[in-house]
T-cell receptor, first 113, second 114 residues
């Protein structure tokens, strides 16, 4: 069965520091991978997606992720954290279409002054 | 373009009752998926409807059901509510074949079962 593992349920960074949120997937076939962000009392917003085109994917709000097949990873990065980035981030995987997403357990990002 | 809307936003029900949640997808979107989010189990896929037909189903008991209307609006029903059904229920829509890789989520319905 497909699954994703997010290492670290809580990550804290200083404003201006690098953000790195980790996601590993398990799959025997090429997956489609996604990162979503959830702000308090809101739904999920798509940050970026990998659908077998370029392995380095750029998303909204300055985030990007690199698909590494050899490491089965799809880590999310942002060069410089902003206070407004504080939220919960979910990595998700699907096969075929995105209509059935399997989510990781989420990583709560805290940004401090 | 209006986003995905869900009604109601908050709901309190008693054990044993049933509840119906509604989701209106983005105009033109034909696929609607439902997810349950709880602190213990995280985000779990319930089911997906496309052109009024259930296309995918997650691992939930038969108390959870859904349907989709000809205008793509979808409803989700939970019968005989249990305390463990307390959750945020999220609906997502996508364009289907036109762009199957991007799902747009609504704000969710927060269900509390007492």
């Amino acid at each position: 069965a497909q699954s994703v593992t997010q290492l670290g349920s809580h990550v804290s960074v200083s404003e201006g520091a690098l953000v790195l949120l980790r996601c590993n997937y398990s799959s025997s076939v090429p997956p489609y991978l996604f990162w979503y962000v959830q702000y308090p009392n809101q739904g999920l917003q798509l940050l970026l997606k990998y659908t077998s085109a370029a392995t380095l994917v750029k998303g909204i709000n300055g985030f990007e992720a690199e698909f590494k097949k050899s490491e089965t990873s799809f880590h999310l990065t942002k060069p410089s954290a902003h206070m407004s980035d504080a939220a919960e981030y979910f990595c998700a995987v699907s096969y075929g279409t995105a209509s059935k997403l399997t989510f990781g357990t989420g990583t709560r990002l805290q940004v401090t002054l | 373009k209006a986003g995905v809307t869900q009604t109601p936003r908050y709901l309190i029900k008693t054990r044993g009752q049933q509840v119906t949640l509604s989701c209106s997808p983005i105009s033109g979107h034909r696929s609607v998926s439902w997810y349950q989010q709880t602190p213990g189990q995280g985000l779990q896929f319930l089911f997906e409807y496309f052109s009024e037909t259930q296309r995918n189903k997650g691992n939930f008991p038969g108390r959870f059901s859904g349907r989709q209307f000809s205008n793509s609006r979808s409803e989700m029903n939970v019968s005989t509510l249990e305390l463990g059904d307390s959750a945020l229920y999220l609906c997502a829509s996508s364009a289907g074949l036109a762009d199957p890789y991007e799902q747009y989520f609504g704000p969710g319905t927060r269900l509390t079962v007492t």
